[in-house]
């Protein structure tokens, strides 16, 4: 098995990008999120490689880790987010293919060589990352606000002008962040602080709201949004006076990955395909579309200045210790905070 | 006569049987399947852990365990229950008022003008529910038209905030079902006949008699169709509560949804599931019960 | 002043340029039968409509009782109608659909339920109270329309072709009965039928119809021996009719010169019944039998008179008709006093 991968890839290497194996149709399945490629990248693709792409969408890892449990077949690619690959891999859903051997594998951005969730990139490749903080239009507030959960929790002033992401997890955490708990906490004693933080927290809220959040602030709805940078990049681009903040008691940082299921029926038109996003000048366009920062060394030249210039794609360095990647919780610890948010939402 | 008439029951019955065999399998193989995860033990990532059986996901529905270890009465999901029948219910009721005029005033047109307005009606259905809902978000907005025609009519100096509110909710709600309940009573007001009004005004009927004693009663069976096909989606509505109501409270639909989601517990999900079933089931019977007892009162002594 | 007066009442529907009632002018006197006879498509059920209140009349006035009623919707008119269609509540019990305008009436539930019992055994339907109208036959629906109508006690009742569903024999029993309420009850009937039979029958007066405009109103024997146009003479039973000019003496004649036995001044149309000739000898009239039906009591033949043009029927009871056929030369006879000359 091991062989044959390394003998196709080796093939696939030789013959250029092209030419796939003779007994695999010219096809690639993708299973992705909605607008998280360009479509003029997928057509440069199809055009080098002769490799026709369909694609169907999903919008969350719960979905995608219950569909392939499920034992949908016919995808190639599909891209989950870092905390759910343990599962995956365990489950068995995911086939190795061993990302650093891919022609363009030695790419990967140094901090994203050897995560946690998937030691030494067997079963992955990066794909964007980014992060969950928090944008305000500095134009509502007279003062720039200072880089912590604080302003969110305690708004003050900006009461009724805040939302929060329609997101269990990512509320749950950044309370978390904000009471110094462990995300994952299994005790419910830490449960009810957070809940009674989130239930001291929702009369000054808007509304949770995962959707339509750019325009929520652009619209001059709310002055804060909880948000995910990608968004935040987005309201920036159109508003100059807006903040992107990451909050000094932590902010979670999302990566998403690229990667093969078990019962993928073009496994080497899969490896073709990640290897031709694990280019510098094609993952750089990617990120311009997206707003999401890439894990690949070598992009940056490629990148539209506006990016390159937005601190809330392109990370300033010191901000780094504050991230905190997200992780999987246990099923002890889900349902805990399930049962927060259902008795905050009751 | 006796031999003939089981043959064409059996002939009937083998007619029949192809299209029965598929409703089993398509509508009762995935119930089964349903309540069959509800009654299994759930799989620490998610799925479930075939085989073993534990009704504790029905127990979950009722019950938790406090800080002690002590099982107590939990009423949240119980509420949230409550809420979404409430909700649908309402929906029911909004639609029913407005409805019920707007079937009326369609059948008493020309036929010709009929087809156009009940197409009028139905466009909205073309839409994707998801976009209507949108449009209601900018319509309702702070600031967005709604507040803005108020404003410059002089009618408020401040915006409505009407968003993010139950009655958000109930206008969408109200807007997205209104064809469900126009159409059956628009159905059963066209097969209506409209001479026996006539007849009530002139045995003394009031127009307000004639409607409550003769259109009302002509029109039952579309009537509560039409009730029926509001409450039941009404009481799974997902999309509105959180585009509308700004996701403050939690409709039974999201509850599952998030079972299926952050949660990974199916087993929960599916007991959820199965007690919106119930319910569902209820409001059915509800209606056989209604129909059975006018259908009694018919045949007995006035 | 008539109970029910009808002033040049003119109707045209919305939407429409047909005129369907013209200048139509009626009075009705209490307790009187009176029926509207006509063709279909006259405008017999519009009439009734106006009384009821189901239409306003384009212009016209209509009294009763020396109230104006056009302004009065039709739940406040003493006025009830059996419909064309009988228009029974499918929902309601026979009772209940009797009991029906008393209720809206607010009369309690005990009185209301004696005056529907009194009202069905009127139509003789008394075991039927708890059938649904869905179970009876269309002539028992006839029947109940008219025991709901009359359980209020209506001062004037419109009746649309109330019989029309009904067997011969059955038909005939109700002509009767409805006479009878309509007298015990002292209530104005207006009565609607296109069978000239049962309107003879049954009327005190009738007014006879023809689009939308009247051509003559007046009692069965009037309307039967003295019509005042061809149109109701040969609507109203069959007649002949003869084209008939004065001579120089003043007598009228057919055209081929022969006198008929009255005198006129004028060329006129002269009728004269079926039933008023007979084959005789002596006939003043000769001619060929040119056809001839058999129908039980009676015998009908076509004569070709002498001179041409003119061919008349007659009737004679089968015992006088036996022993002639076709093609026999017949002489008629009549009393002159049966001629009526009908537009002068
Ligand atoms: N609602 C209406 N709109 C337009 N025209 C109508 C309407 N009702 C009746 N008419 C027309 O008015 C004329 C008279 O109709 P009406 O029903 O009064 O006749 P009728 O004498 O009762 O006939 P029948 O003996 O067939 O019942 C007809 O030419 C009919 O087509
Ligand atoms: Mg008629």
């Known amino acids: 098995m091991k062989l044959r991968t390394i003998a196709s890839a080796a093939l696939a290497a030789l013959l250029g990008a092209g030419a796939a194996l003779a007994e695999e149709e010219k096809q690639v399945n993708l299973f992705f999120w909605p607008s998280y490629i360009p479509d003029e990248l997928l057509e440069r693709f199809t055009k080098e490689t002769g490799i026709a792409i369909t694609m169907d969408i999903y919008d969350t890892n719960e979905a995608l880790l219950a569909k392939l449990q499920a034992g949908a077949a016919g995808y190639d690619v599909v891209i989950p987010s870092g905390y759910i690959v343990p599962t995956m891999i365990q489950a068995g859903l ?54 912590s959960w604080s302003v969110f929790f305690e708004p003050g002033p900006l009461s009724g002008k805040v ?19 462990d995300k994952c906490t299994e005790d419910p004693r830490e449960g009810q602080q957070i809940l009674d933080l989130l239930s001291a927290q929702k009369p000054h809220l808007l509304l949770y709201g995962s959707s339509g959040t750019i325009d929520r602030v652009l619209a001059g709805e709310v002055t804060m949004h909880h948000i995910w940078n990608g968004a935040a990049h987005r309201v920036r681009k159109a508003r100059d ?8 008691e932590g902010i979670t940082q999302w990566a998403d990955n690229l990667a093969i299921p078990t019962g993928a029926e073009h496994p080497e038109n899969a490896k073709i395909f990640i290897d031709f996003l694990m280019k510098p000048e094609n993952v750089a366009e990617i990120t311009n579309f997206t707003g999401y920062m890439n894990a690949i060394s070598g992009s940056e030249p490629y990148l539209t200045p506006e990016i390159a210039a937005d601190p809330a794609v392109n990370m300033p360095a010191e901000y780094a210790d504050r991230l905190r990647p997200g992780r999987e919780c246990s099923p002890a610890a889900r349902d805990l905070r399930n049962r927060i948010w259902t008795r905050l939402k009751k | 006569m006796s031999t003939a008439a089981s043959v064409a029951g059996r002939r009937r019955a083998g007619l029949a049987a192809p299209a029965i065999l598929c409703i089993a399998f398509f509508m009762g193989g995935p119930m089964c399947i349903m309540v069959f995860v509800s009654l299994v033990e759930r799989a620490p990532d998610g799925g479930v852990i075939w085989g073993n059986f534990t009704t504790d996901a029905y127990k979950q529905f009722l019950f938790e365990e406090n800080l002690l270890g002590e099982t107590t009465l939990n009423a949240d999901y119980l509420r949230i229950y409550l809420r979404s029948a409430l909700l649908a219910g309402f929906t029911v009721l909004a639609t ?14 020309h036929p010709r003008r009929r087809a156009l307005l009940i197409f009028f009606l139905s466009l909205p259905f073309w839409v994707n529910l998801l976009v209507r809902n949108y449009a209601w978000l900018l319509l309702l907005r702070a600031n967005g038209l709604l507040d803005q025609a108020a404003m410059a009519l002089r009618l408020t100096s401040e915006p409505l905030n009407i968003l993010y509110s139950n009655t958000a909710i109930a206008i969408g709600l109200t807007y997205s079902f209104l064809p469900l309940m126009v159409l059956p009573i628009y159905a059963a007001m066209e097969k209506f006949d409209f001479s026996l009004v006539e007849a009530a005004f002139d045995l003394g009927a009031s127009r307000w008699q004639a409607l409550m004693h003769v259109i009302v009663p002509g029109v039952k069976g579309g009537i509560v169709a039409g009730c029926l096909l509001v409450f039941i989606p009404g009481l799974g509505s997902y999309v509105t509560p959180v585009l509308l109501g700004g996701s403050k409270s939690l409709m039974i639909g999201n509850l599952i949804e998030t079972q299926f989601a952050a949660a990974r517990n199916w087993p929960f999900g599916a007991a959820l599931a199965f007690v919106l079933l119930m319910m569902v089931m209820a409001a059915a019977l509800l209606r056989a019960a209604l129909l059975r007892k006018s259908r009694r009162a018919k045949s007995s002594n006035p | 002043m008539g109970f029910l007066e009808v002033e040049a009442v003119s109707h ?134 008219l025991a709901r109508a009359l359980a209020c006690q209506p001062r004037l009742l419109l009746l649309d072709e109330p019989l029309s569903a009904l067997d011969y024999k059955l038909r005939k029993e109700m002509q009767g009965e409805l006479k009878r309420i309509q007298r015990e009850t002292g209530t104005s009937f207006v009565f609607v039928t296109h069978d000239q039979e049962e309107a003879l029958a049954m009327s005190d007066r009738i007014a006879v119809m023809r689009q939308g405009t009247l051509e003559q109103v007046g009692n069965p024997s009037d309307i039967y021996d003295r019509p005042s146009s061809d149109f109701v003479a040969e609507f109203i039973g069959d007649s002949n009719l003869l084209n008939a000019a004065p001579d120089s003496q003043g007598r009228l004649c057919l055209p081929g010169g022969r006198a008929l036995g009255i005198r006129g001044d004028a060329p006129a149309r002269v009728m004269i019944r079926p039933e008023a000739l007979r084959i005789a000898p002596d006939g003043n009239l000769s001619g060929q039998v040119t056809d001839l039906v058999y129908s039980g009591a009676a015998t009908r033949f076509l004569v070709a008179l002498d001179g041409g043009e003119e061919t008349v029927q007659i009737q004679q009871t089968s015992t006088e008709a036996a022993g002639i056929s076709m093609g026999d030369k017949v002489c008629l006879a009549y009393d002159p006093q049966q001629l009526w000359v009908v537009a002068p």
Not at chain 1, 119 to 144: F, K
Not at chain 3, 108 to 134: E, I, N, T, W, Y
Request: proline share 7%.
């Open chain 1, 163 to 181: 939302a929060a992401l329609d997101d269990e997890v990512e509320v749950f955490n950044a309370a978390a962040y904000y009471l110094g708990i």
């Open chain 1, 94 to 147: 995911l086939q190795k293919f061993d990302a650093p051997s891919l022609p363009n594998g030695g790419n990967i951005a140094p901090g994203f060589a050897d995560p946690e969730f998937d030691p030494g990139r067997q079963y992955t490749a990066p794909y964007m990352w980014g992060t969950t903080g928090l944008v305000y239009d500095s134009a509502g507030t007279d003062v720039e606000l200072p880089e």
């Open chain 2, 96 to 109: 029913l008022i407005v409805g019920f005029p707007t079937a009326m005033y369609i059948a008493m047109q």
């Open chain 3, 12 to 145: 045209q529907y919305a939407g429409t340029d047909a005129q369907v009632l013209n200048e139509v002018s009626l009075t009705i006197q209490e307790n009187e039968f009176f029926t509207l006879l006509g063709p279909s498509g006259c405008g017999k059920t519009t009439m009734l409509r106006i009384l009821a209140g189901f239409e306003v009349p384009s212009r016209g006035r209509v009294t009763l009782d020396g109230q104006d009623i056009l302004r009065i919707p039709p739940w406040r008119r003493p006025v009830n109608t059996v419909f064309q269609s009988y228009a029974l509540f499918p929902h309601l019990t026979i009772l209940r659909n009797v009991t029906f305008g008393l209720k809206m009436r607010g009369v309690a539930k005990a009185d209301r339920h004696g005056a529907a019992r009194r009202a069905l055994d009127l139509v003789r339907l008394d075991g039927f109270a708890d059938r649904m109208p869905s179970d009876l036959s269309g002539g028992q629906q006839q029947r109940v329309a």
């Open chain 1, 241 to 248: 006076t807006a903040r992107y903040i990451y909050p000094k």
